[in-house]
């Protein structure tokens, strides 16, 4: 494509952006807008921070079984290791 | 907050709520609609705006809060974490023949082909749509000026072959 072409095209999407935020009218109540940040915002962190702690936990949780069970298999098949070679030398 | 930071919230959004809405629209993919990641926005911006230090310009700051919003809608971690907020505050109304005959099924492409960008590539190719300047973009995202605009280059050749391969798009 030329480069005319090229600018041609490109200036017909920028109309086409700049356009696409006409298709929505936002209307903003700004008194209400920051009663209700100031009350739904904090509510929602404290519901949010309350959800990731949850979260934390659960994780932490599983992690923990996790490891116990690696480090419980990893202990067994060292003492048959064991076990078997001293077997051996008797 | 004070009663002049609220004031000063109050116009900085309205200033700005066109340029969110463009961002916005591009990002909303199922289940997100615009208006819930632009809902997002807003209160990423009230939570933000007390620490906001002045060392960039606002509009540049906005941009910056609006795509890490959306870019965080975009890879679902906010879907999966939490619900989002509903401002009852903000209300939405589809414009009535806003688009002219076949826009927005070319607006539709658009939005399908920037979509197909890397994530870096469509904050990129956005903000330039947005006519921002190269140093602005660089502020936002993080890169230098050069990359900047050896990405814009590479990122309007794709997007462009990619609308022209859409029979709507042009």
Redesign the interface.
């Known amino acids: 494509m030329l480069d005319r072409d090229q600018k041609k095209v490109w200036d017909e999407v920028k109309a086409l952006w700049n356009n696409a935020a006409g298709a929505d009218k936002i209307t903003i109540k700004v008194d209400f807008l920051i009663e209700e940040l100031k009350s739904k915002v904090s509510s929602f962190e404290k519901e949010a921070i309350k959800h990731d702690i949850e979260r934390i936990k659960n994780a932490t949780s599983q992690f923990e079984k996790e490891s116990i069970e690696r480090d419980l298999q990893l202990f067994t098949r060292s003492i048959k290791q064991f076990i078997k070679r001293l077997k051996g030398k008797e | 907050m004070s009663n002049l930071m609220?004031e000063q919230?109050?116009r900085i959004?309205?200033a700005n709520?066109?340029?969110i809405?463009?961002l916005c629209?591009i990002y909303a993919l199922s289940p997100w609609e615009?208006?819930d990641l632009?809902q997002e926005v807003?209160?990423e911006i009230?939570?933000s705006y007390p620490s906001f230090k002045g060392n960039s310009e606002i509009g540049t700051w906005i941009y910056r809060i609006t795509l890490n919003v959306c870019y965080r809608a975009h890879q679902k971690e906010i879907k999966n974490?939490?619900n989002t907020?509903q401002?009852?505050?903000?209300?939405?109304?589809?414009?009535a023949e806003?688009?002219k005959p076949g826009?927005?099924q070319?607006?539709l492409a658009?939005r399908h082909c920037i979509n197909k960008l890397k994530e870096i590539d469509r904050s990129v190719v956005a903000l330039h749509?947005?006519?921002l300047p190269y140093k602005h973009i660089a502020e936002i995202t993080g890169l230098t000026e050069n990359h900047v605009a050896v990405k814009i280059k590479r990122a309007?050749a794709l997007?462009?072959k990619c609308?022209?391969s859409v029979p709507s798009a042009?």
């Open positions: 609220e919230f109050i959004i309205e709520k066109a340029k809405n463009r629209r615009p208006k632009f807003i209160c009230w939570k974490a939490r907020i401002l009852d505050s903000i209300k939405f109304e589809p414009v806003a688009y826009e927005e070319r607006y658009l749509l947005d006519e309007r997007l462009l609308l022209l042009l």
